[in-house]
Every structure is written in structure tokens, then in C-alpha cells.
């Protein structure tokens, strides 16, 4: 980022502002064009918090206050509208040669200002304090010389080891010294002013408070002309100069101090000498005898005209002299040690650093000066600007969260450095340049109006009592250029201008990252102008830590669009054209992060635009749905499991259909944060594949596999082409099954189940090919871990259908894959050395394996295999794969019963639970160990109403038994669980397949109790 000047206020009405200011007078500034103001020959002070603007000129003041305008159009929405004015003079020749803005804290625990105190100085060397409002507060006539100038320093907490901070004082200017107001005492007789202001407009009696300033006065002995001065505080010089002072002034046998007095340092400018450097010393000049005599005869003739009134005359005189409150303190005299001794050359103004260290100063042959304050020599001149106005900017270092650590590893708190511009407006040129300090170079150029006012302002708040808590004590603006058409500018520098070559590079990145931040927290932007920004951005950054920064802010903001990402990594990718083995660790982390960055939002755009397609009339409707004995061929198992499941998923959805009102729920989808949500579910960088963040929120990671699979599930896009996209996105495979599965089972409701297997059959077909067919299967009795982790994925689906369906694709695909590395296997002992290509070729056929190695017509159901030659081996993984079929469809129909509420009538009188809808899955069934099905199923019946005794077979057999002896029923037991053991699982599924299919036959039209006694034989 560059240095820029950016407005923060308007001054809307310029026309009434001139007529209330100048009137008449106006006509005197023939010079200034018609719509702008007069600024260079009126006073001009803005409040450091920014809310306050005063102009004053002559005899009059316009108190202006700050106000937001949310309406405007304009980009600047402050604007400064007039609170009061009028005219300020009491005497007759009396004009404002000065004034300023102090914004007083309030006492509390507040941040901001609680009220403005506006200070005026006059050419009869009086002072007078106002409200906001234009309420005279009091005044006092410090001096009876014209007033040059009122400056403030304001509270401040040292620096460093050996700064002593600076306190609340107001600094009164005079051609013969300076006069000090201390800011506490100050402060508090302007509150209380204040506050007697307020109690007086409440028509209450009170007595005026009284003021008590405390005020030390400073003249200057050997300066002829003062046009301006600066307080720089307290000095204290090394025992060597002290101590060589000493010898120089009283030679061999000088008596001298064993150490060092402390001084306050006064500069002033102005002519013979053109700078003076005056020293006061601290705790004063011992008193002269005169002068106690004088003061002692002074408080009798007080005490004796108190007590005798007309001793002294006439009291009306002493009361009126009394009421223009002159203070009367001693002067001390301060010596000037040295100066710049120019007689041709007169100093205008003088404006101090923040750090008082250094000072610049303007004369009259147009010449800027930069000194040392401490050491008082001149450090740095510049020619060529006449009228010249100056103003320093202090630059903080920029703190950034990625690299730069307020804290070091100690705990320690680490002071982050400043810098020091200078600003110099010269309004013969109408230009603004800003110098780096002390013998930097120019560090640029802006242009201005030639009648426009440059406002330095170095203090923040006042009557702070040494608050502690106001670390940060400084002006809201500290460099403000004013335009004649009544705008209000801000100049502002960054830090890394103070800095060259690498560090300099570093920290003006670090400087474009932070700017970048604050433009993407604003969320008014469009597409085009969000990649423009990027692009101008990124094209800027110089070093590869800030690059990964940049793209990781990108990354992390929720307004991110997938252009603007890969504007910035096109930025990056162009200028890391080196292998990867040649660059440094952060340029090989870059290279590595944009490249998977470019693959993912490639393989977005591709997945994005299916899913923005309308579904294919083919896909969403039945009519075109394979037959059950196609599907049973892609499947690979029978004609009589897949009627099976086609009649359970017609008793599911007739369940459905019975209780569509029982939860409804309304879902709002956020298009602009998809892409965000999608960048936020992988990581990246961390291996040179692309995989799933762990412990992703599910509705998160369902919203993704969603966007990935629904828009190819419901096109006829070939699937080779989602193959191919999916390769080249770099994703880990395991990744795609795991977000498959997740999509399929999650799904709410399918279209087409025949339709809707088939393809999702073939989509699990073509994620497993994007790995290596080894990495799947193992030998026939091991377990394969890609297939045991889809398995726990489906014992864990709360939707035990959904698994099931999936589970069947899934030992489909497992099948054929294992019939593709036996023959591979075969073709391997066949071939001899140098038949590489056949291998590639038969790579090449793998894609089209399901639809040249199905099955024939015949199923297993069909025929019965006699012959040993026929027997074929089944690996460990498909019997895995069977039993877990078995265990979802039980657990299908038991989640259907049990997720039904029943309706009650006449036939269900009993006392019920609250119904509860359980969401079970195998895993949990599982988990809880015997006795969880009963559980579920009791709980249930017990939200139904039916009689208990209806539950109960009294036709069992059991009953028949219960009279038999203990010795008898230990041998049924026995015998009964002999013939469990003989029940093979394929007869149990049977069984509940049985059971299934005369339930879906069983007639509707019953009553409530029969409905639950048919669901409890279910």
C-alpha cells in the first residue's frame, strides 16, 4: 500500500460559512476564488478526537460539531454542521490571534471525550475558554503582550527505560516568553465553571467558583523577535559536558557541581538569533533580595487596603481589575546557551516531533529546517518552499497475527516500532511532499489546492489526571489537510516507508495483507470488483511468507468467490516457474498450496455446473427404470432379493406417506458461503494429496457430498468424465467413497430406486478405479481395510435402508473388482518377459469391466452348481458384505415400525408415553449388546395405548409347558438351543423376508389394535 490522502469530513455550506465568518470583509480576499474559503487568513483548529471544528477570524468564531450522514451518497458521510457562532471580543480593538480545541475526558471509566473546551487568545494577551455552544466559561489575561499561539501536550505514559512521559500542560506563546498552565488545576476550574454554567441556566443561585491556575511564566533574555516557540521539556546533559562547561566557563579552579542540573528547553524562532535554544532552570533561579522585599510590600499594601478601603482609593477599580483576572506571577528569566545565528533570515513557525527529539521550521526565504532538539544543531535543510506548513506523522509498525507476535516466547511484551514523517505543504506550489526522517529520501508527491490548510495536531485527550489506562494517548488524525471548498483529509503513511530492501519489502506486504482484510470485512462488493482487488493485491506482494498469508485470508473469508481465489493463485503460480526441488521451503510450500488450491476449485466449478442443470426427464421419472432381473445382474445377487427390496421400499414409503405432517422442517440454503463450506472441509499443504478435515459438523459435510454427487446422480453425463474431473482434483479416493456413502444415505427421498442404484452403482464403480486395484483387494482371507471402513460407515447410518441399498452396491462392486485382480493375476503367470503393453491395454479395459464381465442370465436362484469345476472362491470381504445385508434389512424393519406414531382410537384406550422418534442404527443396536430390540420395541408399544393383555399368546406353546418340571424345561432348553444352532442365517432372513411380504399383502382397512399387533408379528 502506498501513502494516500483520504477524506473523513465535509463542511457542507460554504457560501453561509463565508458570510457568517467574513460579512462584508469578504471582498478583501479578492485573491481566493468566489466558492472557496479564505483559509490562510483565519485561525483553524480541529479537535484531536476529530468531532470539533473551529474557525475564527477577527472578531468572530464558528463552532462547528460532527455529525454522520447515513443518507449520503458520497463515500464521505461526516460532515461538520454549525452549532453556534457569533462575535468573542469584550474590548474595543481586541481581535483572535489564536485558538484551540481541547476535548476533556470525562472522569469515569469512559473512552471518549465528555465535553470540548475551546481556548482563545487574544492581542491583549488575554484567554478565554468557551463550551461547544459559545459559552463564555472564564478568562484571564495571562500577559499583556499579544497572544503568538496556545499549544497543548497532553498525558502520556514513558516510552522506554529513562522516558519520563509527558504531563497535561497548555503552552501560551508571547513575543518576550512563554507562559505554562499546568492541566490538572486547569482541568478542574473548567468543570466546575462548567458545571456553575449549567446551574445558572436552571435559574439556580450560586457563587462563581474560583479560579486557581497555577502558571509559570518564561522570558527570553537574548531574543530579539519570537515568532513562534515549543516547550521541549525537561534536559539533562552527560557528566563529560557538564563537567566541560564547568572548566571552559571558570577555568582551572571552577567550582562545579558532582552533577548535572536539569533544564527546561525552550526553542523559539524568530530573528537575532533565528533559532534560540533557552534554558530554564528546574525548581527556578534562587530569589533576589529586591524582589522578596517587593513581594513582601505588595501582600502588606493588600492587607492594609483590606482592612482600610480608602487607603488605597476607590474599590470599584480593584474589583474590575479583579474580574479581567490578570495573574500576576514571577518571571524567571531563561539564558540562551546557543543558536542559529542567521541576521538575513527570520524563523515563521516551529512544530515539534511527537518524540520532542526534533523540531522543523519555516522561515521567510523559503526554507524548511530540520534541528536536533537535544543537541541543537541543524540536521537537514530544504530549498523551495515559501509559506511553508509542516506536520509530523508517526507510523506505527503494523502488528500481523501470522508472523508478526505481539509476545515473544519468554511472555515478555515486545514494543513494536515507530517511524517519523515529515509533511511539508507549500501553497505557492499547490503540492504536498512527504520526507522520510532524518536523511531519508522524498517519499512522494501530492497535489493541492493553493489555498488549502495543513492542521498538525499532537495531543489526544486532556484532564486525564495521569490516567493510567490511556496507553495510547494521540490525536484520532494527527495530519489533516483542509481544501478551500471545505474537505477534511487525512494523510496517511505506512510504516514500511521508513524501511528499505528486504525488511522494507516484508513490511509493505504485510501492509497490502492487512488492507486486503479490512476491504473483505466490509461485504460490499461484487464479483468484478472483488477479482480486481485480489488481483491488484496479489500482484503487489514481494515475499512468499506474506503470498501464503494472503491465500490463507482468502481462504478463511466467508464473501470468498472461486475467481477472485484463483486470480490470486494465478498471481502466485506465473512467478514460481522452477522446479519444486529448487525453491526454498515457503516457496516450495506456495508452489505446493496453489497447485492443490488450483486442483479443488477446478474440480468446484465442474461439480458446481451439474448441479446448477436441471435434472434429465429420464433420470427423475420411472418410466425408463431397469427391469428386476437388469438390476439383479448389476447387483449380482437374485431376482427374489431385489423384489424384496423393491417391497420393503414400498412399505417404507407407504410409512412415510401415513405421516408426512409429523415433522416438517424448513431449510434455507446460503449460495454465496457453498464454496467457503467446500475449501473449509479439506486441507491442504499437508501431504501432496488433498483430504477431509476430522471432525467436520455433519450438516456441513452432507451439504458437500451433495454438491458433489446430486448433479451427476440426475444427468446422463458420461462417467468417465466425472472420473477424469475427479482425478485431476487431487482428492484422496478414500475421500470420494467416504463422501459417496455419506451423500447416499442422507439422501431424503429417491426418485427411481431401480434408476437411482444403477447409477449409483456406477459411480462407486468408478471411485474405486481412482486408486490402484491392490490398494482394495487383498487375498481371500484377509479383510480389506478400504471395504471394513465403508462397512463401519454403514453401520453407523441412522437410515438403515439407505445403508442397505448401499451395502448391496458396494459387495457388487467388491465382487467385480475381485473377478478383475484374479484375471489379472492369470495374466501375469501367462505372460513373459516384454509384454508390457498388454498389461496397459488391459489397464485401459478396467472402466468398461462391469458391462464386459456381467453375469449370465442365470442366477443363483435358478440353478443349483453340481459340478466341483463350477465352485468359485468367496472372499472374506463378500461374506462380510452379506451378513451386513442381513443385519440392515432387519434393522430397516425395525426402525419403520418403531418410527411410526399410531393414531388412537376406541381400541387403544390404555395409558400411554410421550411418543419419541429414535433414529437407531445397526452400530448402536449392536453397542447396547441383548435386550436393545425388546427395549425399542416396549417402548414403542407403551406409546400406543393397547392393552397390554392383547399382547400375549395364550395359544403358545409355551404355556402348555409351564407345568412341566425343572429337569424337563432344562432339556427343552437345550433342545432348543441345539436346533438354534442348526438354523443357518440365510434360513433367518428368509424367515423375515416371509415375514415381510405378507405383511405388505395384509389388508388396511382395521383398527388400531390390529395395526399394532400386525406390526408386533411383523
Same mark, same amino acid.
Given at each position: ?46 479537535? *484531536? ?7 475564527? &477570524? ?199 557541581? *558532582? ?50 478601603? &480608602? ?221 480486481? +482487488? ?49 525453491? +526454498? ?77 409429523? +415433522? ?117 482371507? +484377509? ?87 463350477? &465352485? ?147
Amino acid at each position: 500500500m502506498s501513502c494516500q490522502i483520504k477524506g473523513i469530513a465535509n463542511i457542507p455550506d460554504i457560501d453561509n460559512v463565508k458570510k457568517l465568518l467574513y460579512g462584508n470583509a469578504i471582498s478583501k480576499f479578492e485573491y481566493v476564488p468566489s466558492n472557496e474559503l479564505p483559509l490562510q487568513d483565519c485561525h483553524i483548529s480541529l479537535s *484531536s478526537v476529530g468531532d470539533v471544528f473551529v474557525m475564527a &477570524w477577527n472578531t468572530k468564531m464558528i463552532i462547528f460539531i460532527s455529525k454522520w450522514d447515513s443518507q449520503e451518497l458520497d463515500e464521505i458521510k461526516n460532515k461538520f454542521h454549525i452549532t453556534w457562532h457569533g462575535e468573542i471580543t469584550k474590548e474595543q480593538n481586541e481581535w483572535i490571534t489564536s485558538v484551540i480545541c481541547l476535548p476533556l475526558i470525562s472522569l469515569g471509566k469512559a473512552s471518549g471525550p465528555d465535553w470540548t473546551c475551546i481556548a482563545v487568545g487574544y492581542n491583549t494577551g488575554f484567554v478565554r475558554f468557551y463550551t461547544e455552544t459559545g459559552a463564555l466559561l472564564f478568562e484571564e489575561q495571562i500577559h499583556n503582550e499579544s497572544v503568538l499561539g496556545i499549544k497543548c501536550q497532553s498525558f502520556s505514559l514513558p516510552r522506554h527505560v529513562g522516558d519520563t512521559g509527558c504531563s497535561e500542560e497548555i503552552y501560551i506563546s508571547y513575543n518576550s516568553g512563554v507562559c505554562i498552565l499546568q492541566g490538572f488545576p486547569l482541568f478542574s476550574t473548567l468543570r466546575a465553571c462548567r458545571n456553575h454554567l449549567a446551574r445558572v441556566q436552571a435559574n439556580c443561585n450560586d457563587l462563581p467558583p474560583v479560579p486557581n491556575l497555577s502558571c509559570k511564566k518564561w522570558a527570553f533574555k537574548n531574543q530579539d523577535i519570537a515568532n513562534d516557540s515549543e516547550v521541549i521539556g525537561i534536559t539533562s546533559i552527560n557528566s563529560f559536558d557538564h563537567l566541560m562547561t564547568a572548566s571552559i566557563c571558570g577555568g582551572y579552579n571552577a567550582m562545579y557541581r *558532582s552533577s548535572a542540573p536539569q533544564h527546561n528547553l525552550v526553542v523559539a524562532t524568530g530573528k537575532r538569533p533565528f533559532i534560540g535554544f533557552h534554558y530554564a532552570l528546574e525548581g527556578g533561579n534562587a530569589p533576589v533580595l529586591s524582589d522578596v522585599a517587593i513581594a513582601m510590600a505588595s501582600k502588606l499594601a493588600n492587607a492594609i487596603g483590606t482592612a482600610v478601603p &480608602w487607603f488605597r482609593g476607590s474599590s470599584k477599580n480593584t474589583t474590575s481589575d479583579a474580574s479581567k483576572g490578570n495573574i500576576q506571577e514571577s518571571v524567571e528569566t531563561m539564558s540562551c546557551r546557543f543558536g542559529l545565528s542567521d541576521i538575513m533570515r527570520e524563523g515563521d513557525c516551529i512544530v515539534c516531533s511527537p518524540n520532542k527529539m526534533l523540531s522543523v521550521i519555516s522561515d521567510a526565504m523559503g526554507r524548511v529546517l530540520l534541528i536536533n532538539n537535544k543537541r541543537g544543531v541543524a540536521v537537514r535543510l530544504w530549498k523551495g518552499y515559501r509559506d511553508a506548513q509542516c506536520g509530523w506523522i508517526e507510523a506505527t509498525e503494523e502488528k500481523d497475527r501470522g508472523i508478526h507476535r505481539n509476545i515473544n516466547k519468554s511472555g515478555r511484551k515486545i514494543l513494536l516500532r515507530t517511524a517519523l514523517f515529515l509533511v511539508i505543504y507549500a501553497p505557492k506550489k499547490g503540492v504536498i511532499d512527504i520526507w522520510s526522517i532524518q536523511q531519508g529520501p522524498k517519499i512522494t508527491t501530492f497535489t493541492a489546492s493553493k489555498n488549502g490548510r495543513l492542521l498538525y495536531i499532537n495531543y489526544g485527550f486532556l484532564g486525564a489526571n495521569d490516567n493510567a489506562t490511556l496507553s495510547k494517548n494521540k490525536a484520532q488524525y494527527s495530519c489533516v489537510f483542509m481544501d478551500p471548498l471545505g474537505g477534511l483529509k487525512e494523510i496517511c503513511v505506512p510504516f514500511h516507508f521508513a524501511l528499505n530492501s528486504k525488511n522494507g519489502k516484508r513490511a509493505r506486504d504485510i501492509h497490502l495483507l492487512r488492507k486486503l482484510r479490512t476491504y473483505l470485512r466490509e461485504e460490499e462488493f461484487n464479483e468484478e470488483k472483488l477479482v480486481a +482487488e485480489v488481483t491488484t493485491t496479489c500482484l503487489g506482494l514481494k515475499t512468499n511468507e506474506i503470498k501464503v498469508q494472503t491465500i490463507e485470508v482468502l481462504m478463511n473469508s466467508k464473501h470468498i468467490l472461486p475467481d477472485a481465489l484463483l486470480a490470486a493463485i494465478n498471481c502466485f503460480v506465473i512467478k514460481e516457474e522452477k522446479k519444486e526441488e529448487e525453491l +526454498e521451503p515457503t516457496a516450495k510450500m506456495l508452489h505446493q498450496l496453489t497447485m492443490q488450491l488450483r486442483q479443488i476449485i477446478t474440480f468446484y466449478k465442474y461439480v458446481k455446473a451439474q448441479l446448477d442443470i436441471p435434472p434429465e426427464y429420464n433420470i427423475v421419472t420411472a418410466d425408463n427404470a431397469p427391469s428386476s432381473k437388469h438390476l439383479s445382474s448389476i447387483l449380482l445377487t437374485s431376482e427374489r432379493e431385489v423384489h424384496r427390496i423393491i417391497k420393503l421400499a414400498k412399505m417404507i414409503n407407504s410409512f412415510k406417506d401415513t405421516n408426512v405432517s409429523a +415433522e416438517t422442517k424448513v431449510k434455507f440454503k446460503e449460495d454465496e458461503k457453498i464454496f467457503f463450506n467446500f475449501l473449509s472441509c479439506f486441507e491442504f499443504g499437508s501431504s501432496k494429496s488433498i483430504g477431509l478435515r476430522k471432525d467436520l459438523k455433519e450438516e456441513k459435510i452432507n451439504d458437500i457430498s451433495r454438491l458433489i454427487y446430486q448433479g451427476w446422480m440426475y444427468s446422463n453425463d458420461v462417467k468417465e468424465k466425472w472420473q477424469q474431473a475427479a482425478k485431476d482434483s487431487n482428492i484422496q479416493p478414500f475421500n470420494f467413497m467416504e463422501l459417496a456413502l455419506i451423500y447416499w444415505t442422507h439422501k431424503e427421498e429417491i426418485i427411481s430406486l431401480e434408476i437411482e442404484m444403477k447409477r449409483f452403482t456406477q459411480l462407486l464403480h468408478v471411485i474405486c478405479l481412482l486408486t490402484d486395484v491392490e490398494n482394495i483387494c487383498v487375498e481371500y482371507n +484377509e479383510v480389506s481395510l478400504w471395504w471394513k471402513n465403508v462397512r463401519t460407515i454403514l453401520t453407523e447410518s441412522t437410515k438403515p435402508f439407505n445403508a442397505l441399498t448401499a451395502a448391496l452396491a458396494c459387495r457388487a462392486i467388491a465382487m467385480i473388482l475381485e473377478k478383475y485382480k484374479e484375471k489379472l493375476q492369470n495374466q501375469k503367470l501367462l505372460e513373459t518377459n516384454g509384454n508390457e503393453g498388454e498389461d496397459n491395454k488391459n489397464m485401459n479395459n478396467i472402466t468398461n469391466i462391469d458391462e464386459t464381465e456381467k453375469p449370465s442370465d442365470i442366477t443363483p436362484d435358478d440353478e443349483t452348481y453340481s459340478s466341483i469345476s463350477e &465352485w468359485e472362491n468367496v472372499s472374506n470381504d463378500t461374506c462380510q458384505f452379506t451378513l451386513l445385508i442381513g443385519n440392515l434389512e432387519d434393522i430397516t424393519i425395525l426402525n419403520a415400525v418403531i418410527s411410526q406414531q399410531v393414531i388412537p382410537d376406541e381400541t387403544t384406550q390404555f395409558f400411554t408415553l410421550p411418543f419419541t422418534k429414535n433414529d437407531i442404527s445397526l452400530a448402536s443396536i449392536l453397542a447396547k449388546g441383548k435386550g436393545s430390540v425388546s427395549e425399542l420395541v416396549a417402548k414403542w408399544l407403551s406409546t400406543t395405548g393397547i392393552d397390554p393383555t392383547r399382547l400375549i399368546d395364550t395359544t403358545d406353546v409355551e404355556f402348555d409347558q409351564l407345568q412341566l418340571s425343572i429337569d424337563s424345561l432344562q432339556l427343552t432348553d437345550a433342545l432348543d438351543e441345539a436346533t438354534a444352532i442348526e438354523v443357518s442365517q440365510q434360513e433367518q432372513s428368509k424367515l423375515l423376508s416371509l415375514s415381510v411380504e405378507i405383511g405388505d399383502e395384509a389388508k388396511t382397512n382395521m383398527t388400531t389394535e390390529a395395526y399394532i399387533l400386525g406390526k408386533k408379528s411383523t
